[in-house]
Protein backbone atom coordinates (compact mmCIF):
# COMPACT_ATOMS: atom_id res chain seq x y z
CA UNK A 1 0.00 0.00 0.00
CA UNK A 2 0.94 3.70 -0.71
CA UNK A 3 2.67 5.70 2.48
CA UNK A 4 3.26 9.21 2.40
CA UNK A 5 5.53 10.42 5.33
CA UNK A 6 6.24 14.54 5.29
CA UNK A 7 8.63 15.66 7.46
CA UNK A 8 10.44 19.86 7.79
CA UNK A 9 7.37 21.43 9.31
CA UNK A 10 8.64 23.71 11.82
CA UNK A 11 8.13 27.31 12.78
CA UNK A 12 10.29 29.95 11.03
CA UNK A 13 10.22 33.92 10.61
CA UNK A 14 8.75 36.05 8.04
CA UNK A 15 11.04 35.64 5.45
CA UNK A 16 12.90 32.79 6.35
CA UNK A 17 12.90 29.26 4.64
CA UNK A 18 12.02 26.04 4.91
CA UNK A 19 12.03 22.66 3.26
CA UNK A 20 9.73 20.03 3.05
CA UNK A 21 10.55 16.16 2.25
CA UNK A 22 7.75 13.67 1.30
CA UNK A 23 8.82 10.03 1.47
CA UNK A 24 6.71 7.80 -0.90
CA UNK A 25 6.79 3.72 -0.75
CA UNK A 26 4.78 0.98 -1.67
CA UNK A 27 4.46 1.24 -5.46
CA UNK A 28 6.36 2.02 -8.44
CA UNK A 29 5.08 5.81 -8.64
CA UNK A 30 7.18 6.56 -12.14
CA UNK A 31 3.25 7.47 -13.71
CA UNK A 32 2.27 9.84 -10.87
CA UNK A 33 1.73 12.85 -9.90
CA UNK A 34 2.70 14.32 -6.68
CA UNK A 35 0.74 16.91 -5.07
CA UNK A 36 1.75 19.48 -1.97
CA UNK A 37 -1.72 21.08 -0.38
CA UNK A 38 -2.27 23.32 2.41
CA UNK A 39 -4.88 23.97 4.73
CA UNK A 40 -4.78 26.82 7.50
CA UNK A 41 -7.09 27.13 10.70
CA UNK A 42 -10.45 27.08 9.65
CA UNK A 43 -9.78 27.10 5.75
CA UNK A 44 -10.28 24.25 3.03
CA UNK A 45 -7.47 22.65 2.04
CA UNK A 46 -5.79 24.36 -1.09
CA UNK A 47 -3.34 23.28 -4.00
CA UNK A 48 0.30 24.14 -3.34
CA UNK A 49 2.54 22.63 -6.21
CA UNK A 50 2.68 19.28 -7.85
CA UNK A 51 5.27 17.16 -9.91
CA UNK A 52 4.75 14.59 -12.43
CA UNK A 53 7.47 12.19 -11.39
CA UNK A 54 8.28 11.18 -14.81
CA UNK A 55 9.38 13.77 -17.00
CA UNK A 56 9.04 16.42 -14.07
CA UNK A 57 6.77 18.58 -15.68
CA UNK A 58 5.16 21.35 -12.22
CA UNK A 59 2.44 23.38 -11.61
CA UNK A 60 2.04 25.81 -8.38
CA UNK A 61 -0.77 28.21 -7.31
CA UNK A 62 -0.56 31.49 -8.25
CA UNK A 63 0.49 32.84 -4.33
CA UNK A 64 2.97 30.68 -4.13
CA UNK A 65 4.91 30.92 -8.15
CA UNK A 66 8.34 32.63 -7.73
CA UNK A 67 9.03 31.35 -3.92
CA UNK A 68 8.48 27.76 -3.84
CA UNK A 69 9.66 24.86 -5.83
CA UNK A 70 8.75 21.57 -5.69
CA UNK A 71 11.60 18.80 -6.67
CA UNK A 72 11.89 14.94 -6.52
CA UNK A 73 14.40 12.47 -5.85
CA UNK A 74 14.01 9.48 -7.81
CA UNK A 75 16.44 7.48 -6.24
CA UNK A 76 15.07 8.06 -2.60
CA UNK A 77 11.71 8.11 -3.84
CA UNK A 78 11.18 11.42 -2.28
CA UNK A 79 9.07 14.87 -3.63
CA UNK A 80 10.70 18.21 -1.79
CA UNK A 81 8.99 21.70 -1.34
CA UNK A 82 11.29 24.52 -0.78
CA UNK A 83 10.12 27.53 0.71
CA UNK A 84 11.79 30.72 0.22
CA UNK A 85 10.19 34.25 1.33
CA UNK A 86 7.48 32.91 3.73
CA UNK A 87 5.10 35.12 5.03
CA UNK A 88 2.61 34.84 8.09
CA UNK A 89 -0.19 33.53 5.54
CA UNK A 90 1.78 30.57 4.63
CA UNK A 91 0.65 28.92 8.05
CA UNK A 92 -0.85 25.76 7.69
CA UNK A 93 -0.56 21.75 8.17
CA UNK A 94 1.30 21.03 4.35
CA UNK A 95 0.09 17.68 3.05
CA UNK A 96 1.68 15.31 0.42
CA UNK A 97 -0.52 13.89 -2.09
CA UNK A 98 -0.39 11.47 -4.92
CA UNK A 99 -2.87 11.27 -7.84
CA UNK A 100 -2.32 7.79 -9.26
CA UNK A 101 -4.35 8.51 -12.86
CA UNK A 102 -2.56 11.69 -13.38
CA UNK A 103 -4.87 14.85 -14.12
CA UNK A 104 -5.37 17.93 -13.64
CA UNK A 105 -2.66 18.98 -11.68
CA UNK A 106 -4.52 21.13 -8.88
CA UNK A 107 -7.38 18.98 -8.14
CA UNK A 108 -7.50 17.78 -5.04
CA UNK A 109 -10.52 14.99 -6.10
CA UNK A 110 -8.22 13.37 -8.01
CA UNK A 111 -5.35 12.87 -5.58
CA UNK A 112 -6.11 9.40 -3.92
CA UNK A 113 -3.04 9.20 -1.51
CA UNK A 114 -1.90 11.43 1.62
CA UNK A 115 -0.15 11.62 4.06
CA UNK A 116 -0.52 12.30 7.76
CA UNK A 117 0.60 16.37 7.16
CA UNK A 118 3.60 18.58 9.07
CA UNK A 119 2.55 21.71 10.31
CA UNK A 120 4.26 25.30 8.75
CA UNK A 121 4.18 28.11 11.23
CA UNK A 122 5.26 31.45 9.91
CA UNK A 123 6.09 34.45 12.76
CA UNK A 124 5.47 38.14 11.30
Known amino acids: QVQLVESGGGLVQAGGSLRLSCAASGRTFSRYVMGWFRQAAGKEREFVAAIRWSGGSTSYADSVKGRFTISRDNAKNTVYLQMNSLKHEDTAVYYC?????????????????WGQGTQVTVSS
Open 97 to 113: AAQSSPGEYGSIQLYNY
